[in-house]
C-alpha cells in the first residue's frame, strides 16, 4: 500500500541482483491505496503482455459507507453524508444481482487514455466536462460478504490518516497524487462530525474479469444497496489467473 507500481519494480530490481539488468513491465496496476499481487513479466515474455493483461482477478475490499470522494478512495476529495442506520440483511439479498456482465465507466483517476492523455490528468485539470468518459465491459463471477466493522471517529480518523501517511508525492511538481490537499480536506469534514459518531464499514470477496474496479463497485454497491455514499476502505488483490465457471461451479484454471 502506498506505492505505485514503477515503485514495485524498482524495488524488485534493488532486491533480486539477477533482474537489475533485465526489462520488467507489470500487467494490471494497483492503485496507491490497494495492496496484493501484482504480475511482473520480464525480458521477451513482456511481448506478450496482452495476453496476460486479460487475466481474471480476485479482490477483497472495504466498503466506508456515508463516505464519496472524487477518486472513489480515501485519496481524493470526500463528502460525507453518514446520518442513517444501514440494514446489513439487505446485503445478502441483493448482492447476487450484481453477478454477470455490466458496462462501467472508467474511474475519472485512473490511467485510460482519452484523447491521447489520461484521464486523471483531465480531472486534475478540471476538464472532464469537455470529454465522454469511457466505457468497459465487465464480469463479475462471484461474490461474497464476509463481515462488517464498526469504528468510533478516532480510530476511523487513525486508520484514514495512516494510510495516506504511505503515500509518497513525486513528479515535476511533487503534487501527484494531491496528498496535502486530501489531507486537509479530510481534516475539514471530521472537524464537524461529533465524537460519538460510529462508521460502517463492510469487507466483500468478488471474483471477476479484467479492468473491475474495486473503487467503482464501492461506490455503486453503497448506492444500490443501502442508497448511500460509499468509498473504497481498502483493496487487497489475492489471485490473478483464468476463473472458469460451469453451472453454478466456478474454478481457477491456472493461477500466477
Do not use: H
Not at 481474471?56 to 460525507?80: H, N, P, R, T, W
Not at 478540471?126 to 470529454?131: A, D, Y
Not at 444500490?224 to 481457477?252: D, T
Amino acid at each position: 500500500m502506498g506505492q505505485t507500481p514503477l515503485d514495485v519494480l524498482e524495488n524488485f530490481k534493488k532486491q533480486n541482483e539477477d533482474y537489475r539488468n533485465k526489462k520488467l513491465t507489470y500487467v494490471g496496476r494497483l492503485d496507491p491505496m490497494a495492496e496484493g499481487k501484482l504480475l511482473v513479466l520480464a525480458d521477451e515474455v513482456c511481448k506478450k503482455r496482452k495476453k496476460y493483461l486479460i487475466l481474471d482477478k480476485e479482490y477483497e475490499f472495504e466498503i466506508l459507507l456515508g463516505f464519496k470522494s472524487d477518486s472513489q478512495d480515501i485519496l481524493g476529495m470526500v463528502k460525507a453524508d453518514f446520518n442513517q442506520e444501514y440494514n446489513l440483511d439487505e446485503i445478502q439479498k441483493k448482492l447476487g444481482d450484481f453477478i454477470g456482465k455490466r458496462k462501467m465507466k472508467y474511474p475519472v483517476f485512473s490511467s485510460k487514455t482519452v484523447k491521447g492523455k489520461p484521464l486523471f490528468l483531465w480531472a486534475k485539470e478540471n476538464r472532464l466536462s469537455e470529454i465522454e468518459i469511457p466505457e468497459k465491459e465487465i464480469e463479475i463471477y462471484e461474490i461474497e460478504y464476509l463481515r462488517e466493522r464498526i469504528l468510533s471517529k478516532e480510530n476511523l480518523e487513525k486508520e484514514i490518516y495512516k494510510k495516506l501517511e504511505l503515500v509518497k508525492e513525486g513528479g515535476k511538481n511533487n503534487n501527484d497524487f494531491r496528498k496535502e490537499e486530501i489531507l486537509k480536506n479530510w481534516e475539514q469534514v471530521f472537524s464537524v462530525i461529533s465524537d460519538e459518531q460510529k462508521f460502517n464499514i463492510i469487507k466483500i470477496k468478488v471474483i471477476c474479469s479484467s479492468g473491475t474496479y474495486m473503487r467503482n463497485l464501492s461506490e455503486l454497491f453503497a448506492k444500490e444497496i443501502f442508497n448511500s455514499y460509499g468509498l473504497a476502505f481498502s483493496i487487497k488483490r489475492i489471485e490473478i489467473g483464468k476463473y472458469r465457471k460451469f453451472l453454478n461451479f466456478g474454478f481457477w484454471s491456472k493461477k500466477f
